[in-house]
């Protein structure tokens, strides 16, 4: 069970009290979650369904017996992994699953190419040995698959023993008989799992010389996916499909992103199986695009949810698809008239920052004993992440490339005019990473964030008169 589905309720809030329990920043996983959460609306101002794009590929990859492979990039808290949810429901009938996170399986720090790989081998055969009824086809990979694979390690002595120590204790858990191949295997992959997790304990040379063995391994790898997905579509019809998300997270060093996606952007051009990678959208726009291992038209960019029009003009059309959100998880008498449309406008359309808006405002009010959010609490609430913006557009000795603030806010103010040439200027990318630049529509025009204008209008960089999140009186 998911962190969201275990403290997540799905049915509005009516009190203020309950509030957190249905705005969670976590994804929506659950069948249940989605039915009572997603709304379509927000699509239609985004630029368009892109999982319905990716369903239609991934329909044509299954019936042409071709590898699909895609990336899909947007903010984070535009909702990638919601809409990913929402793809695994719409395929079920045809794929299989196996979604990763790199958070959580991976050392975000420290993790290497090769590690992914090797993930990915584990998975597949575990999960393919699983029942039918399991989500797996009840069929462990051949002996000589499994030979393969313990052979590659045939140089890595202490590799193998703790292998063989973790099989003594997985193995009856899995059925395996003692010294079976298999059981030696699982072993093996229990403790390449959890080397693979805490990779900064692990020892240099061990890493280069798996490298240096790169190639073969992809070859025993996509030898492991042939058998894997035969089996799968012999017993249930379905093909394994690997969806491995949060590589745009923060904590995630660039140089890690940079080795797995460009660098090795082999290991995914050859491997002969179904993948969706999520990936930073600065990554997206820089030199290194066209290195990427996702064909251009398979890359699916997540657009936020604009508040704007390009003359910073309201767009009703977006405030409302968010406000549709907003109503699906709360009742919206819990706001005093006018509050609720300063905290969309205030989020930029991002939903994990709407929803932290909300919840600091809900906590201000219970705080002073009320029932409804007034103006004070959705200003301090305002003030609160205006603050975190205001931090992001900082220096930093953890950035990899010295821009300075007047600088920044220089290529903000004419990316807010409707600067053309302004929009592909190398700093630009950083500022999307930030979430201080949004892109908006699907047609790849930028825009400032509302409470960075803000910011700018602060400074007097920005003429009060011109901006258009002071004068409606929004923020």
């Known amino acids: 069970m998911s962190q969201s589905s275990a403290v997540q309720q799905t049915t509005p809030a009516t009190s203020l009290e309950d509030v957190y329990k249905t705005l969670q920043p976590e ?43 895609a990336c899909v990039m947007g903010h984070r808290g535009v909702g990638k992994s919601t809409e990913l949810s929402r793809l695994i429901e719409r395929i079920n009938n045809q794929f299989r699953v196996i979604r990763f996170s790199a958070m959580t399986v991976l050392d975000p720090g420290s993790f290497r190419p090769l590690d992914v790989l090797l993930l990915m081998m584990a998975e597949v055969a575990e999960r393919t040995a699983l029942l039918v009824q399991q989500g797996g086809a009840g069929k462990r990979p051949s002996e000589a698959r499994l030979r393969e694979i313990w052979d590659w390690f045939a140089t890595e002595k202490d590799t193998r023993e703790q292998a063989q120590t973790m099989a003594a204790t997985v193995e009856a858990g899995v059925g395996a008989k003692e010294e079976s191949l298999w059981s030696k295997i699982v072993g093996l992959f229990a403790t390449l799992k959890g080397e693979i997790k805490f990779a900064a304990t692990r020892k240099q040379e061990v890493v280069e010389y798996r490298v240096s063995r790169l190639t073969s391994l992809i070859e025993v790898a996509n030898r492991l996916l042939d058998e894997c997905n035969q089996a799968l579509r012999t017993a249930s019809g379905h093909q394994w499909l690997f969806i491995g998300e949060d590589f745009d997270r923060a904590g995630i060093p660039n140089q890690r992103i940079e080795d797995l996606f460009v660098t090795y952007a082999n290991i995914f051009q050859d491997l002969r199986t179904h993948l969706i990678f999520t990936l930073p959208i600065g990554l997206y726009y820089s030199s290194s695009a066209p290195r990427l291992p ?182």
């Open 294 to 475: 996702f064909p251009g038209d398979c890359s699916f960019v997540i657009p936020d949810t604009p508040m704007y029009q390009p003359d910073h003009t309201a767009n009703a059309i977006g405030r409302e698809a968010v406000q549709k959100v907003l109503a699906a998880r709360m009742n919206l008498d819990l706001f005093e008239p006018e509050q609720m449309m300063r905290l969309i406008v205030a989020s930029g359309g991002n939903l994990r920052d709407l929803f932290s808006l909300v919840n600091y405002a809900a906590d201000s009010a219970l705080l002073r004993s009320a029932t409804q959010i007034n103006a004070e609490d959705v200003q301090g609430a305002i003030v609160n992440l205006r603050s975190d913006y205001e931090r992001r557009l900082g220096l930093s000795p953890f950035d990899r490339e010295t821009v300075t603030y007047d600088d920044k806010a220089a290529l903000l103010e004419r990316i807010y005019n409707g600067e053309k040439e302004a929009q592909i200027t190398d700093p630009v990318y950083s500022l999307l990473n930030s979430r201080a630049v949004q892109e908006f529509n699907g047609q790849r025009w930028f825009g400032v964030h509302p409470l960075v204008v803000d910011i700018l209008v602060g400074q007097g960089r920005l003429s009060q008169l011109k901006a258009g999140v002071v004068p409606d009186g929004t923020l």
């Open 27 to 69: 994804p929506l996983e659950t069948p249940e979650e989605l039915a009572a959460f997603y709304q379509a609306a927000i699509n239609q101002v985004r630029g368009g369904d892109k999982i319905e794009r990716i369903r239609l590929r991934l329909g044509r990859a299954y019936r042409d017996g071709i590898p699909f492979k």
